[in-house]
């Protein structure tokens, strides 16, 4: 009790949780509209309640609803959702450093805990492992905030399927509040090629099954951004390459960017 | 669906996301990354995240969308142009949704 107390007392715990909020208006709309979606989609109160409770990932419980509601075999409606989930295993490896130190039982809390939000909230904040500076405070802020905003519209929504108005578009909050976070994330022109390709190749691959068309887009923007970036050998050489034939055309760009490298 | 098979679709759903919010978390040994591996990392949450939100402002039912009278494209850039003048999300949002339910019940979009 006295470490919660000092825990909820941290000021990064705080911070945390104002950083957090800024956000929980996007989160709770979102919230509110895959609550009333598990019901329309079919499933029973209590069913809803509890894949809201367990599941807490938005946009899986959202891929995974219309095939739930197709009948679709069990393993398609979970290779959909691992897809759909895929970021977060990346994520995941960006966590580790902070958290290795902790044992197997508490990594898995803050795995199933750290939504899209949380990450890039923390990492904007944390960017090295620093124990003592508060980053765990941090996290149980944010995840405190985040969780609270997005169950509690959820459960409201499940309960009042009927009463709340869904055409206005209010999930659409929620894509806004991703945005920001993309938007967020943009720090030079390696990455804004990258976030480009990968909402072109997302469109592009739109009908594939199991979304996979989210693989292929973080495939392609992980090859364009090394190879922009200059990273990999491969990539260097692929660059150096293209350079040098833009050279021999006399294109402007292939100076320019030469110098630069 | 029946019951039952609700139920475990619902229990392997949350398996997956522990699995994978947890996936690099899971095993305590010392993990070295390839440095091109590193580096590629530096793109894939953006690369995450515009995969996620590109279909849902610029398609619909599977479909480019094929008209400029669509609501999205105004509240996306909205929301895009405040992120880049004040940098807070929730102004963000609500920029965003006031394009959007203008649009919608103003014009008809």
New interface residues.
Partial sequence: MPRLLATLQHPEFRRGVSDMS??S??IA?WGLVTGVAMVKG???VP?AL??SL????G???LA?LPL?TA?AP?WV??AT??C?????????????PF??RYP?AQ??A???F?G?LT??MFMRRHREPQPGSGQLQYFAGATAINWLSWQLPSVAGILLVDSIPTH??LG??G????????????SDR??AL??????????AA??LPFRL??VV??A???C???MV?G??DA?RRDRDALLRALQRRGHPAGGSAGERA | ?N?T??????????A???V???????S?RE?V?PD?VK?????????????????????TH?Q?IATWKD??IY??LA??AW??WR????G???S??AV??AL?FGLGW
């Fill in positions: 800024a956000a208006l996007g709309a079919g499933l029973s069913l509890l894949m367990a599941v807490f990932a946009s899986a419980q995974a739930m009948h069990v409606v979970w959702a691992f759909v989930n895929l970021r977060f295993v990346v994520f995941s490896a960006q966590w580790r958290f290795t197997l990594r898995l803050f795995g199933y750290s899209d990450y890039v206005w578009g659409f909050a894509v806004l509040a991703l945005l920001g976070l993309a938007l967020s994330l943009l390696a990455t990258a976030a480009t390709v990968a909402g072109a190749a997302a469109i739109f009908a068309n989210i887009a973080i392609a923007a992980v364009i951004g090394l970036d990273g990999g990539g | 669906m019951t098979e609700s139920l475990i679709t619902i229990a392997g759903l949350a997956i996301t522990i994978t919010r947890s996936f690099f978390l899971l305590g993990l990354l091109w580096r590629g990392l530096r793109f894939a949450p953006l690369a995450a995240l515009a995969a996620v939100v590109a279909p849902e402002i610029l398609m599977g480019l609501a999205r509240a996306a929301a895009s992120f880049f940098r807070g999300i929730l963000t949002i609500l965003g949704m959007l339910l919608k």
